[in-house]
């Protein structure tokens, strides 16, 4: 695989003109321009995916990144509405929202991929404790663990969480947000690593955002990154 196809960059914006200005920009340099909630609701999905798909370095090219979590027949019918777009290679739901919701999913997904999100990489292990009653790792595993058997084609963690996913699901595709080259601002990330250091430990695709779309040079971020990871997978 093309280095540039394992970058995932985050178009976190609600402004239609940011949203065009990066996916223009970005297009040639990484493998998929991920739309979350931000854009969704502020631009509308058709639209954003109108926006940024035509500039993809493949047809499929978008990871709708909504998270749903609900009851499984509404968590189905969104699903079904985010596939219906033939640019969209991955959606996601929360694992937390249990097998029966993850099969529901897979069940209307056609060719697109469904990540499950275990534990946000925001949360720390305090937060994990409150939210989950134990510590991130403890709550990554046991969400991982409902994946099994509900269709889902990969597991979205922190990069800190790969290696052990790794060796329990060796065949799952692992994405990894939460990553920061070196001397990159943390932000809102909790628990990170570097993107060659998620790689060596058996990432499959990294989200990356502000590290990019917040450079001063987002081309040459991109291409950093992806220098970085060709030099971890040699």
């Keep these: 695989m093309d280095p540039r196809d394992r970058i995932i960059v985050a178009l976190d914006t609600h402004d239609q003109a ?7 920009l970005l297009g040639p340099y990484v493998g998929h321009f991920k739309i979350g909630l931000e854009a969704v609701h502020a631009i509308g999905l058709k639209e954003a995916l109108n926006i940024v798909a035509p500039y993809g370095r493949q047809r499929r090219c978008v990871f709708v990144d909504t998270k749903l979590h609900d009851i499984p027949a509404t968590m189905a019918g969104a699903a079904k509405a985010i596939v219906r777009h033939p640019c969209v290679t991955f959606l996601n739901v929360h694992a937390s929202a ?30 994990c404790v409150r939210i989950y009653g134990e510590n991130a790792e403890d709550t990554v595993r046991r969400l991982a663990d409902l994946t099994e ?9 922190a990069p800190t969480d790969v290696e052990a996913l790794r060796k329990a699901y060796p065949r799952m595709e692992l994405v990894t947000p939460g990553v920061r080259p070196k001397g990159a601002a943390r932000n809102d990330q909790k628990r990170v690593m570097t993107p060659g250091e998620a790689f060596r430990r058996g990432a499959t695709r990294i989200v990356v955002g502000r590290p990019i779309t917040a450079d001063g040079s987002p081309v040459a971020a991109a291409k950093l990154i992806a220098d970085e990871i060709a030099e971890a997978l040699r």
């Design 149 to 157: 058997g509900c269709g889902v084609d990969g597991i979205i963690c």
């Design 98 to 127: 249990g097998p029966t919701g993850m099969r529901a999913v897979a069940d209307v997904k056609g060719s697109a991929k469904l990540l499950a999100v275990t534990v946000l990489t925001s949360l720390d292990d305090e937060e």
């Design 18 to 24: 940011e949203l065009l200005r990066l996916a223009k």
